[in-house]
Each structure stands twice: as C-alpha cells, then as structure tokens.
C-alpha cells in the first residue's frame, strides 16, 4: 500500500532535515507531504532544498495557524491508501511505521495508533506524563475503551476513515478530535508500541502543562456536542 506521511512542522530548523531523511529511508511506496506553519526560524529555508525530490511535497502557511491546521491541509493533499501522521522533531521513529501499518495491511485494523507508554521509552517529564495519563484515563470513561496515549503523534489511518471527518480543530486538540471520532464512529483501533526519545523544554519541546486545559474541554465537545 502507499503511504502519505503528514510532516507538521513550526520552527524545527535543527530537526527537520534528518526526520526526513530517515523518512525516505523507509522500505515503502510514499509520499512526504510536509507543512510549514509559517516558520520564523529558518526551517522553510531548509524545506526549500528539497523542492527537486520527487517523494517530497512542501506546503507552507503564510501564517502560523497551529498543528491541527497543518494536519488538515496535509489529509487534504495526500493521495496514499495509508495515511500516517509524523512530527518533525525526532522524539518519533519513522522505523516504526512497518509496526504501525502492519495490522491495517491485514485488514485487522481501520487506526493504529503508536502509543509511548507500552513501548521503549527515554525517561521524561513526570508533568507530562500524568497529564497524558489523566487526560487517557478521562478519554477512556467517556468513550469506554482502553487507550494508553491518545495525543501520540505517530498515527497511521485507513484513506476512508479520515475523508469521512469533518474536523474543525486547528490546534493541538486536533488529537483528541481524531480520537473522539474515531471511537464515536466505531472504527478498529489498536495501538501498537514504539520507541518514543521524548525532548526536554532545553531541547525544545513545546507542549505545556497549559495545553491540557484545551484538551481536556475538546474531549467534552467531541464526546457530546459535535
């Protein structure tokens, strides 16, 4: 099956080039749709380098309009039967995806989600970690399922199920609308582990704990009002 990798990507300079090297480096038929959302740090420059590859699609914001913005525009082009969500700033394995599509290839699976906390893992932040951990076990209450990483950044989709959401989230609480969908749509979820190099704040990692509370009110609008 081919598959459309969506790259989002804001100011990742010192990343970006060698996440997609190691992208190109996967064994399958694909397509490398990256999405600058309007970068200041000098990454679009870098993008610009790869314009002549012909795996590689380049978008660009003229204005910074957040992750889920970025993530609409990349479904919006992407042409693969499989479509697999990728962050440009390495703490995910593109050596993982042959784990992560495997299930939906034998027709097992519709979403497959890579989930950080069952696989290998760099020890981190222990703010993020019960966060995530509060915001999974609220998730799993209001949909009555058993997720363990809900907001992973590594997620692999059937084509249909994605062109079948009408999403509206243009932020970070665009993995929490995926969820909610999915699972209010009764698609075959499986995660799968993988191997997670989380960032520190130092290194530059950009979630705070105040982006829970966004989170955390998309959950209730998803699960009730949408």
Same mark, same amino acid.
């Given at each position: 099956?081919?598959?459309?990798?969506?790259?989002?990507?804001?100011?990742?300079?010192?990343?970006?080039?060698?996440?997609?090297?190691?992208?190109?480096?996967?064994?399958?038929?694909? $397509? @490398? =749709? *990256?999405?600058? #959302? %309007?970068?200041?740090?000098?990454?679009? &420059?870098?993008?610009? +380098? !790869?314009?002549?590859?012909?795996?590689?699609?380049?978008?660009?914001?003229p204005r910074n309009r957040g992750k889920g913005a970025a993530l609409q525009t990349g479904f919006a082009k992407a042409t693969g $039967? @499989? =479509? *697999?969500?990728? #962050? %440009?700033?390495?703490?995910?394995?593109? &050596?993982?995806?042959? +784990? !992560?599509?495997?299930?939906?290839?034998?027709?097992?699976?519709?979403?497959?989600?890579?989930?950080?906390?069952?696989?290998?893992?760099?020890?981190?932040?222990?703010?993020?970690?019960?966060?995530?951990?509060?915001?999974?076990?609220?998730?799993?209450?209001?949909?009555?399922?058993?997720?363990?990483? !809900?907001?992973?950044?590594?997620?692999?989709?059937?084509?249909?199920?994605?062109?079948?959401?009408?999403?509206?989230?243009?932020?970070?609480?665009?993995?929490?609308?995926?969820?909610?969908?999915?699972?209010?749509?009764?698609?075959?979820?499986?995660?799968?582990?993988?191997?997670?190099?989380?960032?520190?704040?130092?290194?530059?990692?950009?979630?705070?704990?105040?982006?829970?509370?966004?989170?955390?009110?998309?959950?209730?609008?998803?699960?009730?009002?949408?």
């Amino acid at each position: 099956m081919k598959l459309s990798v969506i790259v989002p990507v804001y100011n990742e300079r010192k990343t970006i080039l060698t996440a997609i090297s190691r992208i190109k480096k996967t064994p399958f038929e694909k $397509e @490398i =749709i *990256i999405v600058d #959302d %309007a970068s200041t740090d000098g990454t679009y &420059e870098q993008l610009e +380098t !790869l314009s002549s590859d012909s795996e590689v699609v380049i978008l660009r914001h003229p204005r910074n309009r957040g992750k889920g913005a970025a993530l609409q525009t990349g479904f919006a082009k992407a042409t693969g $039967e @499989i =479509i *697999i969500t990728q #962050d %440009a700033d390495l703490e995910y394995w593109p &050596e993982d995806y042959l +784990t !992560l599509i495997d299930l939906i290839d034998r027709d097992a699976a519709d979403v497959v989600y890579g989930s950080r906390f069952i696989g290998r893992h760099r020890v981190f932040l222990f703010t993020h970690r019960m966060g995530n951990f509060f915001l999974n076990m609220l998730a799993n209450i209001l949909f009555n399922t058993t997720l363990t990483d !809900l907001e992973t950044g590594l997620k692999a989709f059937r084509r249909e199920v994605l062109t079948g959401f009408n999403l509206k989230s243009n932020d970070f609480s665009i993995e929490v609308e995926l969820t909610a969908k999915v699972c209010r749509g009764g698609y075959r979820l499986y995660e799968v582990p993988i191997l997670y190099t989380g960032r520190t704040y130092a290194e530059g990692k950009k979630l705070t704990w105040r982006d829970g509370f966004p989170a955390l009110w998309a959950l209730f609008r998803f699960r009730f009002c949408d």
